[in-house]
């Protein structure tokens, strides 16, 4: 090597704390995203159980609900969507700012998802 060719290696620590903070957040969101599931199936199976009791009773037709699947299956894409977006955002930044942003995106999909969460039953009001 030379005087004329700087040496251009870039610091690893920077590059394996950003690789923590997108496992750590990823597992979060994972998380984030099992419960969802799990609420589309409990949800599901509510108002399918509710309307075969009102199929039992006479005139329950008119009282049938209808799984509310858009909803439902976006409370599943909040999480997935977030970590992208964050993800995609934070490939070429600092540390700081790579925890900053998922910070942020964590909270935000977490206040959509928490509104999610007790929307989809008001909607149903067995």
Not at 4 to 24: D, E, F, H, M
Not at 74 to 85: E, G, H, K, M, R
Not at 95 to 112: E, R, Y
């Amino acid at each position: 090597m030379t005087a004329a060719t700087p040496a251009t290696r870039r610091q690893s620590s920077p590059l394996v704390g950003r690789i923590v903070v997108w496992a750590v957040f990823g597992v979060l969101f994972a998380y984030m995203t099992v419960q969802s599931v799990g609420n589309l199936v409990t949800v599901s199976q509510s108002v399918r159980a509710f309307n075969t009791f009102l199929e039992s009773a006479s005139g329950g037709g008119s009282l049938q609900r209808s799984t509310p699947w858009v909803w439902l299956v976006l409370d599943i894409a909040i999480a997935p969507v977030a970590f992208a977006v964050a993800l995609w955002v934070t490939r070429r930044t600092r540390l700081a700012v790579t925890v900053g942003v998922f910070v942020v995106a964590f909270a935000a999909a977490g206040a959509l998802w928490l509104d999610l969460q007790l929307f989809v039953p008001r909607l149903l009001d067995f």
